[in-house]
């Protein structure tokens, strides 16, 4: 039986300026997270600190979104992963942790929903994969 390996994870966003944002690490590779700490007395106290470790931003409201435990999410052989992710509303601040902390574009990483300006470039495309795929199932 594979090893249970608990990670959790920050998806903490922002309006600012009336555009969506949200803080992330690694130059913008990831989200704030970590692994489940059994020293703390909650699965929320635990990411807190990391993530305030990762990022020096302090969090306010968490509320955990999802909990991701599918049989096949595994780390080679011999560990399953489940990731618990939570969702913090804030405010932008300076973000100064390790791991190149800092805010970015939310329609970076969703440009699909960034209909400001009409239908988005990647549309068409967008449009025609999802058709391929669906007379495919």
Not at 41 to 61: A, D, F, I, M
Not at 86 to 102: I, M, N
């Amino acid at each position: 039986m594979p090893e249970l390996v608990v990670e959790l994870i920050a998806a903490l966003v922002a309006v600012t300026d009336g555009m969506p944002r949200i803080l992330t690490i690694g130059d913008g590779a990831a989200l704030p997270s970590g692994p489940f700490v059994t020293a703390h007395r909650s699965l929320q106290s635990g990411l807190r600190e990391q993530v305030e470790r990762q990022t020096h931003h302090p969090l306010g409201y968490l509320e955990q979104l999802y909990t991701f435990a599918d049989g096949d999410r595994l780390l080679g052989e011999a560990q399953r992963v489940i990731s618990i992710s939570y969702l913090g509303l804030t405010r932008e601040g300076e973000a100064s942790g390790d791991g190149a902390a800092g805010w970015r574009g939310w329609y970076r990483y969703f440009p699909w929903e960034d209909w400001r300006d009409g239908p988005p470039a990647c549309m068409p495309a967008l449009l025609a994969a999802l058709r391929r795929w669906a007379q495919a199932a």
